[in-house]
């Protein structure tokens, strides 16, 4: 079966510029999870969407946001972008759950 | 604060023997335990999933579980250089909360 399918994989951006980041779920997966990882943080929760509504976040501020379409699809999106968003950005899908499939991730850069 | 607390390493062992990962969790109401595996550079792949107290035995994984205790560890035998990754363990609370990564322990299986 098909599996998470992230894009871009690699991004450069200045800082003050925004970005999204597209997610396509394994099929039949409606949750869709998207997680910051960095050396020093490990793995931080941004959010998660089920059948198109957010049903959780973490302590990320306001300039993280995200949706999901009705095929599962997911977008985050960071507007203004600092030096310390810097990171990969994982998503993670599941029938429920924490038995992830990550995808590949997005490796962001802000410069 | 919900965490889950891992020893960073790295963990040495040699081929051939058996390692054992650990994690230790805050959230009592924690049902599901997760182990995954993130060679370097790349995503996190689920290896282990437990969700009753005891052990729960794939190959040549073993996950170990001890709610009372809030512990859960994860034991390689035989160990291979192709084992040498960093071992994630993650804790999910179900319902709406979100599933909690550790930040990771670094495994080096030397030949």
């Known amino acids: 079966k098909a599996g998470v399918t992230q894009t871009p994989r690699y991004l450069i951006k200045t800082r003050g510029q925004q970005v999204t980041l597209s997610c396509s779920p394994i099929?039949?997966?409606?949750?869709v999870s998207w997680y910051q990882q960095t050396p020093g943080q490990g793995l931080q929760f941004l959010f998660e969407?089920?059948?198109?509504?957010?049903?959780n976040k973490g302590n990320f501020p306001g300039r993280f946001s995200g949706r999901q379409f009705s095929n599962s699809r997911s977008e985050m999106n960071v507007s203004t972008l600092e030096l310390g968003d810097s990171a990969l950005y994982l998503c993670?899908?599941?029938?429920?759950?924490?038995?992830?499939?990550f995808g590949s991730g997005t490796r962001l850069t802000v410069v | 604060q919900k965490e889950v607390e891992q020893n960073s390493g790295p963990l040495s062992v040699p081929e051939g023997a058996i390692a054992s990962l650990n994690c230790t969790y805050s959230?009592?109401?924690?049902?599901?335990f997760f182990w995954y595996r993130q060679y370097s550079g790349k995503s996190p792949e689920l290896i282990m999933s437990?969700?009753?107290?005891g052990d729960k035995e794939d190959g040549r994984f073993t996950a170990q579980l001890n709610k009372a205790s809030q512990y859960v560890s994860l034991l390689i035998r035989d160990s291979q250089p192709s084992d040498s990754a960093t071992y994630l363990c993650?804790?999910?609370?179900?319902?709406?909360?979100?599933?909690?990564f550790g930040t990771g322990t670094k495994l080096q299986v030397i030949p």
């Open positions: 993650a804790a999910d609370s179900g319902g709406y909360q979100k599933v909690t």
């Open positions: 437990i969700y009753s107290n």
């Open positions: 959230d009592r109401v924690s049902q599901s």
């Open positions: 993670a899908s599941s029938l429920s759950g924490g038995d992830y499939t």
């Open positions: 099929s039949g997966h409606r949750s």
């Open positions: 969407y089920f059948s198109e509504t957010q049903r």
